[in-house]
C-alpha cells in the first residue's frame, strides 16, 4: 500500500469515528436536548362535489318494460303533496326524463300511479286531468 493509499484510509476511519462520537455522545449538563415537535396530520381539503349538470333519465326500453311494482318504488318526497285535477301526487326532487321522448315523470298519485307530461303538471289546467 502506498502512503497515500494509507493516509486516505486513515481519513476515512477518522470521519467515520468522529460521526459514531457524535450520534452517541449525551448532552451536557445542563443542556437540555432539543425537543422533538410532534408531526401534524396533513389534512387533505374535502373535494366539493360537482352538481349534476344534466337531468335524471331512464332509458325508453327501461321505462316500456317498467312493471307497476317497480314504479311504485320511485324516488318521491312522501311529505310533499301537489294538486293535479282531482288527485294529489308526491313529486319526485328532480322530473326524470324518459330518454329523448321529451316526457318526464314528475311523481306518484295517492293512488299509485305514474305522473308523466311534457310539462310540470301544475301548469295544466284542472280539466285536463280528468
Do not use: C, H
Not at 460521526?19 to 387533505?44: E, H, N, S, Y
Not at 327501461?62 to 288527485?87: C, D, H
Not at 306518484?108 to 286531468?129: F, H, L, R
Amino acid at each position: 500500500m502506498t502512503a497515500k493509499a494509507k493516509g486516505l484510509d486513515i481519513g476515512v476511519l477518522a470521519i467515520g469515528g468522529l460521526a459514531l462520537w457524535a450520534l452517541t455522545r449525551k448532552p451536557a449538563i445542563g443542556q437540555q436536548p432539543a425537543a422533538i415537535q410532534p408531526l401534524k396530520a396533513v389534512v387533505q381539503p374535502p373535494v366539493p362535489k360537482q352538481p349534476l349538470t344534466e337531468p335524471p333519465s331512464i332509458p325508453l326500453e327501461t321505462w316500456q318494460k317498467a312493471t307497476s311494482t317497480q314504479l311504485a318504488n320511485l324516488p318521491v318526497n312522501t311529505t310533499k303533496r301537489v294538486l293535479i285535477g282531482p288527485e294529489t301526487y308526491n313529486p319526485t326532487s328532480k322530473p326524470i326524463a324518459i330518454s329523448n321522448t321529451g316526457f318526464k315523470i314528475w311523481g306518484t298519485t295517492e293512488s299509485g300511479a305514474t305522473v308523466v307530461s311534457k310539462n310540470d303538471p301544475s301548469t295544466y289546467p284542472a280539466w285536463e286531468w280528468y
